[in-house]
Antibody, heavy 115, light 106 residues
Framework: QVQVEQSGAEVKRPGASVKVSCRVFGYSLSEISIHWVRQAPGKGLEWMGSFVPEDGETIYAQKFQGRVSMTEDTSLDTGYMEMSSLISEDTAVYYCVLGGDFDYWGQGTLVTVSS | DIQMTQSPSSLAASVGDRVTITCRAS??????LAWFQQKPDKAPKSLIY???TLQSGVPSRFSGSGSGTDFTLTITNLQPEDFATYYCHHYHRYAPSFGGGTKVEI
């Protein structure tokens, strides 16, 4: 059974960066797609980007290109999402999701951006 | 990018009701369509993928249909645990996108 465990909540100042991690259990990260999705308070789901092993490339939503970086350490079966130049509107729960069908969701990581 | 339009944005229903939620894609997405259920302060849960295939463990009162641009999620015999927000999701690998959500409430 695939399980996804994300890092804990973060509080950041505007202009700072944040790095969220996503540890995978029960599957090899080198063999499964990984996606990042965020949800602002009271709002809907927003796709940020994906890594598809078969393609060997990471694709980002246009809105986040240049400000978000998604990486993996396959030896640790851990994925990372780093976002820079944070603003208050980046306050959200960030989800790591696995599988081509977005099957397996992490518990979410709350990132709060506040001065 | 492909836009997903979900309707209604909210609906009121009672236990035992049949509920239908629709999702329209701005262009043909074949059957690359999934449905998720989200309860307050919880991560979304996958219900259906490939437009009509139920995830393992999902009750058979949930069903999905459609292809191309028009899709439907139907819940028959609504149960108390089904009151939640539902999202459609187009997961074509190059530009996934979500519908705006439908809140099903009492």
């Amino acid at each position: 059974q695939v399980q996804v465990e994300q890092s804990g909540a973060e509080v950041k100042r505007p202009g700072a960066s944040v790095k969220v991690s996503c540890r995978v259990f029960g599957y090899s990260l080198s063999e499964i797609s990984i996606h990042w999705v965020r949800q602002a308070p009271g709002k809907g789901l927003e796709w940020m980007g994906s890594f598809v092993p078969e393609d060997g490339e990471t694709i980002y939503a246009q809105k986040f290109q240049g400000r978000v970086s998604m990486t993996e350490d396959t030896s640790l079966d851990t994925g990372y999402m780093e976002m820079s130049s944070l603003i208050s509107e980046d306050t959200a729960v960030y989800y790591c999701v696995l599988g081509g069908d977005f099957d397996y969701w992490g518990q979410g990581t709350l990132v709060t951006v506040s001065s | 990018d492909i836009q997903m339009t979900q309707s209604p944005s909210s609906l009121a229903a009672s236990v035992g009701d049949r509920v239908t939620i629709t999702c329209r894609a701005s262009q043909d997405i074949s059957n690359w369509l999934a449905w998720f259920q989200q309860k307050p302060d919880k991560a979304p849960k996958s219900l259906i993928y490939a437009a009509s295939t139920l995830q393992s463990g999902v009750p058979s009162r949930f069903s999905g249909s459609g292809s191309g641009t028009d899709f439907t999620l139907t819940i028959t015999n609504l149960q108390p645990e089904d009151f939640a927000t539902y999202y459609c999701h187009h997961y074509h690998r190059y530009a996934p996108s979500f519908g705006g959500g439908t809140k099903v409430e009492i």
